[in-house]
């Protein structure tokens, strides 16, 4: 009896099961490496601030400068008007040999409410502020209206005081509120006698 021999067969590989090199970890940045990022980044983002405020600052100063006029352009502006009249202010820059950096409705404003003549500076004397406070009194704040009864101020400049007193009294009566306990619902001076009153009071 013959044995035959079988010799047993090469196993199958798989090629699933061969094995796959894991990637090599991602070496991480030492400790050293980020504090030094980290505080790259921190002075990177101080000084965009720090700049940022700067120009911010810089350009509110400027524009603030630019706002006020200087007697230069007060000069210019008064020829316009002896020559041209206090008109066309769009057609100014053709006009004059020097031009103003200034827009039309700048250039009447300034004229209207501080160069023109019969304009009154400084202060409201006792006598017009009575009268301010009566006609507001009439007229509530229809400043054209007052100012036509209070020549040499201008409804803005009225309009303003007017602003500035109100506030002063509101101020006022909150403190004599506080030492008496008591409040009304109408700090300010209404009615004509009352103006009168006032003036009496502080000028009497």
Request: proline letters at 9%; aromatic letters at 10%; charged letters at 20%.
């Amino acid at each position: 009896m013959y044995c035959h021999y079988h010799p047993h067969p090469a196993p199958i590989s798989n090629p699933y099961s061969h094995h796959i090199p894991s990637p090599s970890p991602i070496n991480s940045p030492t400790p050293t490496l980020s504090l030094s990022l980290s505080l790259s980044l921190s002075l990177s983002l101080s000084l965009s601030l720090s700049l940022s405020l700067y120009l911010h600052r810089s350009y509110d100063s400027e524009m603030k400068e630019r706002q006020h006029w200087q007697p230069e352009e007060d000069g210019l502006l008064r020829d316009y008007v002896n020559q041209y009249g206090p008109r066309e202010w769009n057609l100014m820059s053709q006009h004059m040999s020097k031009t103003l950096d200034r827009d039309p409705k700048s250039c009447l404003e300034r004229w209207k409410n501080y160069l023109k003549l019969g304009i009154k500076k400084g202060s409201l004397t006792p006598q017009e502020q009575a009268l301010v406070i009566s006609l507001q009194a009439k007229y509530n704040n229809i400043w054209k209206k007052i100012t036509a009864e209070v020549p040499g101020h201008t409804a803005k400049r009225l309009g303003k005081w007017w602003e500035v007193f109100k506030e002063k009294q509101i101020k006022q009566q909150i403190q004599n509120s506080k030492k008496t306990g008591s409040s009304t619902s109408n700090p300010l001076p209404r009615p004509p006698s009352v103006a009168v009153g006032w003036y009496n009071y502080h000028h009497g």
